[in-house]
């Protein structure tokens, strides 16, 4: 794993939260993204050398609104970026790690993503991203 890429934080509604991270981090948000495969928009704040993701579900049968519902707003994941996403997977899976996904898929960002399962990792929820040049539907 090379960096910290993101920190994803889950919240209700992007048109509250925006402004407060715009006044918290003293940063405007550069992009928003709006994310079909995984049910979330996004809007993305760089802070140095990592980012802040905030997601907002975009149903009540989404993955960030069960989150929510569960847990509130807040810390819902740290990504970490990898050179090479499948040999970083495979390696994981050796070391006992369960992922929450076999085959990288598309995320927000132009990544490739997979995600370990949290109770692997002390509660956590890790996700492992790749940046890719390639448009993701050409990848195999």
């Known amino acids: 794993m090379e960096k910290i890429e993101h920190i994803g934080i889950a ?3 992007l048109a509250v939260s925006i402004p407060l991270f715009e006044k918290l981090l003293n940063s405007q ?8 495969s995984e049910k ?3 809007a993305f704040f760089r802070q140095g050398e990592t980012k802040i993701e905030l997601l907002e579900s975009t149903g009540p049968d989404g993955v960030i609104a069960k989150f929510i519902e569960k847990k509130g707003e807040g ?4 990504a970490f970026e990898v050179a090479d996403i499948k040999s ?4 994981l ?6 992922l929450l996904n076999d085959v990288p898929k598309p995320g927000a960002d132009n990544k490739l993503i997979c995600f370990l399962h949290p109770k692997n990792t002390n509660g956590v929820l890790i996700e492992l991203c790749q940046s890719i040049s390639t448009p993701p539907e050409e990848i195999k």
């Open 93 to 98: 899976k050796k070391e006992g790690f369960v």
């Open 75 to 78: 810390l819902q994941h740290i």
């Open 29 to 36: 948000c550069y992009k928003t993204e709006v994310v079909e």
């Open 11 to 13: 919240v209700k509604s």
């Open 40 to 42: 979330v928009n996004t």
């Open 88 to 91: 970083e997977m495979e390696r």
